[in-house]
């Protein structure tokens, strides 16, 4: 997977291709990353990438052509005809459906917003995608570029030591993932439940899939109204709703 990154601070996008699971994709080669700063095809010797929006209003706008050039120069770095994805508030949500199928292509360019935005020009000339991290604003789309990669990267044939690792994360059926222990048995009176000590591998799948219902329809109850429960999914609910008193 070639990932190719445009960014006024490339030096932090840098980092996630450094550390845990995306850098040990890099060392593998089975991960790639580039990065272009708009700055280094402006035209002035200021190196100047923004200017004040039309119509007025507070903060700056990311000018069409220094950006522009940068997405063309990080053409070179990826397979043709990946597509050019530009993180922003605007887009839709990024989730691991969305992963899902960006982890599909050859390559990937990832457009890092800044200041107020970027020139709707470029957008509708250059950019074939937006997306978001959330209803929440960050000073910039290097951090949401960062967790495109890492979330991408870690669903990528040989990426995880495991390969179950990948397919049991939250949100792969839709839902979040079970509650998770590990030794000491027991710590301060509270005790790994029984079931996962029996042996039982039945059991203990009917368990972990129970409770990442019953997690996911307290915390997420968006998430459950989504998956039309089937009666055997809907008499574990009912179970896990009972046990815990709720």
Not at 51 to 71: L, N, T
Not at 84 to 104: H, T
Not at 123 to 129: G, Q
Request: charged fraction near 25%.
């Amino acid at each position: 997977m070639q990932f190719a990154v445009v960014s006024l601070f490339p030096e932090l996008v840098a980092q996630v291709a450094e550390h845990g699971v995306v850098g040990r994709a890099v060392e593998r080669g089975i991960v790639s990353l580039a990065l272009q700063n708009p700055r280094d095809y402006a035209d002035d010797v200021h190196r100047t990438v923004d200017d004040r929006p039309y119509g007025g209003g507070p903060g700056m706008v990311m000018k069409y052509e220094p950006a522009a050039k940068a997405i063309d120069a990080a053409r070179e770095h990826v397979a043709e005809d990946s597509p050019v994805v530009c993180l922003s508030p605007a887009g839709r949500v990024f989730d691991q459906s969305v992963a899902l199928r960006l982890a599909k292509l050859p390559g990937l360019i990832l457009l890092a917003g800044r200041y107020e935005g970027v020139d709707e020009r470029l957008i509708k000339s250059h950019v074939d995608e937006e997306l978001s991290l959330g209803d929440f604003v960050l000073s910039g789309g290097e951090i949401a570029a960062m967790a495109v990669i890492d979330a991408v990267t870690r669903l990528l044939p040989g990426v995880l030591g495991d390969a179950e690792s990948a397919i049991q994360d939250s949100f792969m059926d839709g839902l979040l993932d079970c509650p998770h222990y590990t030794r000491p048995e027991s710590i301060s009176g509270q005790d790994v439940p029984a079931v996962l000590l029996s042996g039982d591998h039945a059991e203990i799948a009917r368990w972990r899939y129970k409770q990442a219902l019953g997690r996911s329809y307290l915390r997420r109850p968006d998430l459950v109204s989504k998956l039309n429960l089937d009666r055997q999914q809907q008499t574990l609910l009912d179970e896990f709703l009972k046990e815990s008193g709720t």
